[in-house]
């Protein structure tokens, strides 16, 4: 499975970004998809995930301003952002698993198995 990340920019407080993630290769398992960030000279961070199910969790510091979302086809996964703060200045990482999202431990990056390369999002 390969996992190609879109639409980081540079942008201004009480701004939105929309990213995207396309997964391709063998996709048909992938149930769980989400979003990571890691901030210079920071450990990387859950924001939010989906399973197929379209169940959804966020992590605090993003919760009523970022919403995920999956395409139709269940290989394309969004994060909308909006009203970003300087805070959510970081490299942001689409993930996927084959197990379904874990209720308490989604936020752990050693649950997922497929990463992508990362893009940038910076926010002044």
């Known amino acids: 499975v390969q996992l190609v990340e879109s639409g980081g920019g540079s942008v201004q407080a009480g701004s939105s970004l929309r990213l995207s993630c396309i997964a391709s290769g063998y996709t048909q398992s992938n149930r769980c998809m989400g979003w990571f960030r890691q901030a210079a000279g920071k450990e990387r961070e859950g924001v939010a995930v989906?399973?197929?199910?379209?169940?959804?969790r966020y992590s605090g510091s993003v919760q009523g301003r970022f919403t995920i979302s999956r395409g139709n086809d269940k290989n394309t996964l969004y994060l909308q952002m909006d009203r970003l703060e300087a805070d959510d200045t970081a490299m942001y990482y689409c993930a996927a698993d084959r197990a379904h999202c874990s209720d308490r431990l989604w936020q752990s990056t050693e649950l997922y198995t497929f990463w992508g390369q990362g893009t940038q999002v910076t926010v002044s």
């Open positions: 989906i399973d197929r199910d379209e169940i959804t």
